[in-house]
């Protein structure tokens, strides 16, 4: 999508003369020939770069620029001047213009001030996406699997990801659907481009339009600043909606908008934002029943299962079960530095033959917490009982040892608090003492772990 430029000088021919200039680079360019339309334009339109003259007929070019920065707004301004008026160009400077342009200047002075501003610019919004993706990067995991259904399934992102078209994966929670929205990304023509996940079910109605969207400073209580949504952020790239059949209607409808105009809006501001982004959307429920309900927008849902996509789920995956557990006890293994560790072919079995109501998810948990508290290189079913794994009644365990027995005797005497406490000291001493991570294991946030640890007198 080509960059937006907003030219604004009385001088007509300095307009012309700049704007014949930009188009022939490939810019969209706006003009305006005084300072009031040039604002009115600036509200209702999210440009990439503003080039002001100082000297408007109806509003000096430093009270402009005063105006813009006031409402937050962050675009670059390049103000042009001449050369008697180097101090007001000083001046706008420190009023928050980013750079000058003095006259008489050439074509290519022209182009290279404003390649040099819209590339800072274009660096500051990958700075972000690069903040995101950092908190992603660890444990980034691999789509596994040589089953037939998997052999299929990957045949049919192979074509979808060579499109440019809007994608609707389906399949029960921990199938994967985000791991195969970011394959179809990374095997795009958008690949050099964010990709940008947003969690539908974790976001809170009221703050879900800010996320996609963004909002400025005191659009309600709480934003202190100007905020760069998701839409945003991915823009030349992908937006990955996860679960997006938990967003209400009311919401259904704005992102319906921005998915057919390809404009958005930031919460507490009218001014229109262009963004050229490619939407996979996934769920684990049924949307069609969903809008025979009313549940769903149908109009929403033709608009998303453009290409649609079902993950299977882990129990019609025959053969990928033992792929998936050699794949993570790799690992876990090195991430507690416990590599070469094991399963017994008996374990392997009793997982071969569970249904895996939750998927690869469930089956990732679970050896996880088998390389946690195993204590031999190989995990046999034993191992399945002290690390407290219940797969239905498929476990059946040798006769335990008498040391066994005894642990066992010796834990049922321990009140349900001690034992909690001696769970959380274990796992603490595992992940030696990094607290956000044993959080994590534990299935409890942060503050919680914190407040038992107080309350225990634990530092």
């Not at 003369?17 to 300072?35: F, M, P, W």
């Not at 006890?329 to 374990?347: A, C, H, Q, W």
């Not at 607290?435 to 534990?442: K, M, Q, Y």
Request: hydrophobic share 40%.
């Amino acid at each position: 999508m080509k960059e937006s430029i907003l030219i604004v000088d009385d001088d007509v021919a300095i307009r012309d003369g700049c704007a014949q200039v930009l188009l022939k680079s490939g810019y969209d360019i706006k003009e305006s020939e005084n300072g009031k339309d040039g604002l009115e334009k600036i509200e209702s339109y999210d440009f990439d770069l503003l080039l002001i003259d100082l000297k408007l007929p109806d509003i000096n070019g430093l009270d402009l620029i005063r105006q813009v920065r006031e409402r937050d707004i962050s675009v670059p301004i390049v103000v042009i001047t001449g050369y008697g008026t180097i101090q007001n160009a000083v001046e706008a400077m420190r009023l928050g213009a980013n750079d000058f342009l003095p006259k008489p200047f050439e074509p290519d002075e022209l182009r290279l001030v404003v390649k040099r501003n819209l590339t800072a610019r274009r660096l500051a919004l990958e700075n972000l996406y690069l903040k995101e993706e950092l908190k992603k990067k660890e444990g980034e995991k691999k789509i596994i699997g040589k089953s037939p259904q998997m052999k299929a399934l990957f045949n049919q992102i192979k074509r979808v990801a060579a499109t440019d078209s809007t994608v609707l994966i389906t399949g029960e929670s921990g199938t994967g659907k985000g791991l195969i929205a970011r394959y179809i990304h990374d095997h795009s023509n958008r690949r050099d481009f964010p990709f940008i996940s947003v969690d539908c079910s974790t976001l809170v109605p009221t703050l879900f339009e800010s996320e996609l969207f963004g909002h400025v400073k005191g659009a309600f209580t709480g934003a202190e600043s100007n905020k760069i949504g998701k839409f945003e952020l991915a823009n030349g790239g992908t937006l990955f909606l996860d679960e997006i059949g938990n967003v209400n209607l009311e919401l259904q409808a704005k992102l319906l908008k921005a998915v057919e105009e390809k404009e958005i809006s930031r919460v507490g501001s009218h001014r229109v934002t262009r963004v050229d982004v490619r939407i996979i959307a996934a769920t684990n429920k049924d949307l069609r029943s969903e809008v025979e309900r009313g549940k769903f927008r149908e109009d929403l849902f033709f608009r998303l299962n453009v290409l649609a996509l079902r993950t299977p789920p882990l129990r019609e995956r025959k053969g990928d079960v033992s792929e998936l557990v050699k794949y993570f006890l790799d690992i876990f293994g090195k991430k507690y530095s416990r590599p070469g560790i094991t399963v017994t072919p008996e374990v392997l079995s009793i997982f071969e033959r569970y249904r895996w109501p939750g998927n690869v998810r469930e089956l990732e948990n679970i050896i996880e917490r088998l390389v946690i508290f195993s204590t031999d290189k190989v995990i046999d079913p034993e191992d399945l009982e002290l690390a407290g794994v219940k797969i239905g009644d498929r476990i059946k365990t040798k006769s335990p040892s008498v040391d066994l027995e005894h642990k066992l005797k010796e834990e049922a005497s321990l009140s349900l608090e001690e034992v909690e406490k001696r769970h959380i000291l274990r796992v603490l001493k595992i992940t030696e003492g990094n607290r956000s991570e044993a959080a994590r294991i534990l299935g409890i946030d942060r503050k919680t772990l914190r407040k038992k640890l107080q309350k225990w007198g634990i530092n």
